[in-house]
């Protein structure tokens, strides 16, 4: 009777201890899904000047600002030899702190400027809504299946008219942001236009919420996978067309 009353006891306990074993919550899992799903919407976007909602005046400006301190960082480094073959009176170790000081001035300089550069948004990108594209090739597959079967008496005189979905922007719209790497090429990071906050660091005006930090990633221009940028400028004043009106309006709700 004991070893029976011990037994169910033991056997309720493993019970127990396997539920608890097996039940299992892998919150890695949505967020996986959501940079699987901005990497092929941003991989699918052709970057030409079709979908394009924004451009940044200082682009160009920035671009040959970074070129150039990049530019200057490489002559600093690959000149360093010259100090040491040429002969003067200056001894090794004072040649060795003049090159140290001229590379730290020249990569802090490089720093600087793309600490301050890198948040500038030089385009962006407005991607169609997922349900109004399914709409649309839904109807465009639907009418194009339906033949024309009027009798040759009533010629078909009214042609087929697709009514023309204005674009437009909403809190869960897509928009991918063009800005430049350390070396001044293009990256793009896609994201929700509800994911973005106002920012209170210095040359920036937007960044990536918290909650979205760990879904979004970046895209190189080749197509391969970067880290996201976080924070983002784009320039208020800029209001020219409907699309950035209501960007900044989804952005104030």
Partial sequence: MFRQLLGSVYSKRFQQFKCVKTFNINPIIPIKNDQKRLYQISKKLNYDN???IYNGP???TAKKLKTFSIITLAITFASTPIFFMVDTAMITSARAIMVLFLISTSAASTGLIHWCVSPYVAKIYHHENEKKSKKNSITTTTTSITPSITPSITPSITPS???SITPSITPDSFLTFETLNLFGRSHFTT????SLEPSTRIFTNWKIKKQFENNITGVLMSGKKSIAKRLFYIHPEIRDNNLMLQFFNSLNH
Avoid: E, G, H, M
């Fill in 50 to 52: 079709s979908n394009i």
């Fill in 58 to 60: 200082l682009a160009q």
């Fill in 161 to 163: 008219i697709t009514p």
């Fill in 191 to 194: 994201l929700q236009v509800k």
